[in-house]
């Protein structure tokens, strides 16, 4: 899934309330969450749902006439490596850099 579209999904606060509520209890049916994003209708919820599918950060299967959904964290944690851990390295690089011309001066 590209970075883009993970990053689109999670920039809509009523998309993040759903994804948080799968974090705290993971498998629930959607009329679940869509008393989570009160006063937001079912079919309002069902679409935000398709954009977290398309995103790969839910997956949902139906059982009987329920759709429960299940949050699939990879996306967000490929996402903080690419980003958080880069960021990171070049801030690790940058103090050694920094302590050694200082280092130096002394």
Same mark, same amino acid.
């Given at each position: 899934?590209?970075? !883009?579209? #993970?990053?689109?999904?999670?920039?809509?606060?009523? &998309?993040?309330?759903? /994804?948080? =509520?799968?974090?705290?209890?993971?498998?629930?049916?959607?009329?679940?969450?869509?008393?989570?994003?009160?006063?937001?209708?079912?079919?309002?919820?069902?679409?935000?749902?398709?954009?977290?599918?398309?995103? !790969?950060? #839910?997956?949902?299967?139906?059982?009987?006439?329920? &759709?429960?959904?299940? /949050?699939? =964290?990879?996306?967000?944690?490929?996402?903080?490596?690419?980003?958080?851990?880069?960021?990171?390295?070049?801030?690790?690089?940058?103090?050694?850099?920094?302590?050694?011309?200082?280092?130096?001066?002394?």
């Amino acid at each position: 899934m590209s970075t !883009d579209t #993970v990053i689109a999904a999670i920039a809509d606060s009523t &998309r993040r309330r759903l /994804l948080d =509520a799968l974090r705290e209890e993971d498998g629930q049916p959607v009329a679940s969450l869509t008393d989570c994003v009160a006063p937001l209708g079912r079919h309002v919820v069902l679409k935000h749902i398709r954009v977290l599918e398309d995103a !790969d950060l #839910v997956v949902t299967h139906k059982v009987g006439r329920q &759709r429960f959904c299940y /949050l699939n =964290a990879v996306p967000i944690v490929q996402l903080a490596e690419r980003w958080i851990d880069d960021f990171g390295a070049r801030t690790a690089s940058g103090l050694t850099a920094l302590k050694r011309e200082l280092e130096g001066r002394a």
